[in-house]
């Protein structure tokens, strides 16, 4: 069994910064893809940055310059730095990993998210 856990959420005033992290654990012979997520109420669950096992990085445009995701495949850890935040990124997050449980087994998990909530 494969459990992402997620941190780091908070509330903050517009401007601020908040770092997000995401640990894996179980039985994981290797990850590859590993992604943050976030629902805002009444909205649907939207991609915000993706990283590979290699460390390329993707991101949508409403965060790009703002928010840095980065991994530490030691540790089964993703992180998401967010700077300059604003009302708009309020959601919950979540964090979601593309796993190899052996090299042949494929599955994607999801964490069980972490509120953040961003004042004006």
């Known amino acids: 069994q494969v459990q992402l856990v997620e941190s780091g959420g908070g509330l903050v005033q517009a401007g601020g910064s908040l770092r997000l992290s995401c640990a894996a654990s179980?039985?994981?012979?290797?990850?590859?893809?590993m992604d943050w997520y976030r629902q805002a109420p009444g909205k649907k669950r939207e991609l915000v940055a993706s990283i590979t096992a290699g460390g390329s990085t993707n991101y949508v445009d409403f965060v790009k310059g703002r928010f840095t995701i980065s991994r530490d495949n030691a540790k089964k850890t993703v992180y998401l730095q967010m700077n300059s935040l604003e009302p708009d990124d309020t959601a919950v997050y979540y964090c979601?990993?593309?796993?190899?449980?052996?090299?042949?087994?494929?599955?994607?998990?999801w964490g069980q998210g972490t509120q953040v909530t961003v004042s004006s």
């Open positions: 979601h990993a593309d796993v190899l449980i052996t090299i042949l087994s494929r599955s994607d998990y």
């Open positions: 179980g039985s994981i012979f290797r990850i590859n893809a």
